[in-house]
């Protein structure tokens, strides 16, 4: 993909119709999702948590492996030229993002399958020796088992930032050209991954670690939207226009209503209620925070098309 399918014939269209151009900012969000498990998975791996039964970091590399499979499958539907996609591995561009990108995915499939192998119950593993194999040489040594911690977490940085590099590397739209785009994308990403592994997880330990984790993630996100406008602001009349369009422009309602308030004011409110035993812990909460994260990237990929200089 030599360019994300943003405009059709580079004509700007309703913003209400941009919404159904759903592929990118899907796999944006699954990227981003994936990201922040890989994180948490990675440090929990480093911690020896895998040790652990109901761990967490047991089932997050299943999950991964599943979601990005569907982020890269929105991503393909979003090709125009679907036949020529194994170029991008026949070559590396130091200087494209779509290639790092591209390589960065690549090369996380063989990590989260090891994560799975070392995840699967015993039944399966003593049926198959070459996953008893592979199982044996990292839970034997410590050492390994922390090496491959520090790969989850990683690949997870690289993929959170790259959701973020491949819409900013774009110029010819103010609203993504912001180098704090990617800390944008990679504090949500982490968020959500925290969301959704403390909704499932059955271990009260990582549950509640990753709630209160998950409240510290929400404000920096928080923080880092406000820098993103107030540096739009700060710029060119041109990317002050672009951030309008968020701030009270056509996208503000939905901004502020579904990415701020119902994605994180209310869910961190929420949060920090049961963190201090105020309220009881309702799964209500961390379903806002991801679909909040969902709605961020269709909010920004959409409202990003509408900016131009």
Known sequence: ???????????????LLHVWSWEIPVYLFLGGLVAGMMIIAGYFLYTGRNKKSKSSSSF????????????????????????????????FEITSPMSWGSWILLLIYPILIVGMI????????????????IRTFFVTKTSRVKALGM???????????YTGVLLSSMGARPLWSTSILWVLFLSSGISGGAALVHMITKDK?????????????????????????????????VHMNAAMLLISGEYAIRFWVL????????????????????VKHIVIAPIMVILGGLALRFIIVAAGQLSHW
């Open 118 to 133: 070392i995840g699967l119950p015993d039944k399966y593993i003593e049926k198959y020796s070459f996953l008893r194999s």
């Open 1 to 15: 993909m030599n360019e994300i399918t943003i405009t059709r014939n580079n004509e700007l269209i309703d913003p």
């Open 259 to 278: 990415v701020v308030g119902l994605g994180i004011l209310v869910p961190l409110i929420i949060q920090i209620l049961t963190v201090n035993n105020i």
């Open 205 to 237: 330990y990582e549950s509640d670690l990753l709630l209160k984790a998950d409240n510290i993630f929400l404000s920096i996100e928080l923080v880092v939207i406000i820098m993103m406008l107030v540096s739009l602001v700060s710029t060119s009349e």
């Open 151 to 161: 790969l989850y977490i990683l690949f997870g940085v690289m993929l959170g930032m």
């Open 60 to 91: 997050i590399p299943f999950v991964s492996f599943a979601l990005l499979s569907l982020g890269m499958i929105a991503l393909f539907l979003d090709l125009e030229n679907k036949l020529y996609v194994w170029r991008l591995y026949t070559t």
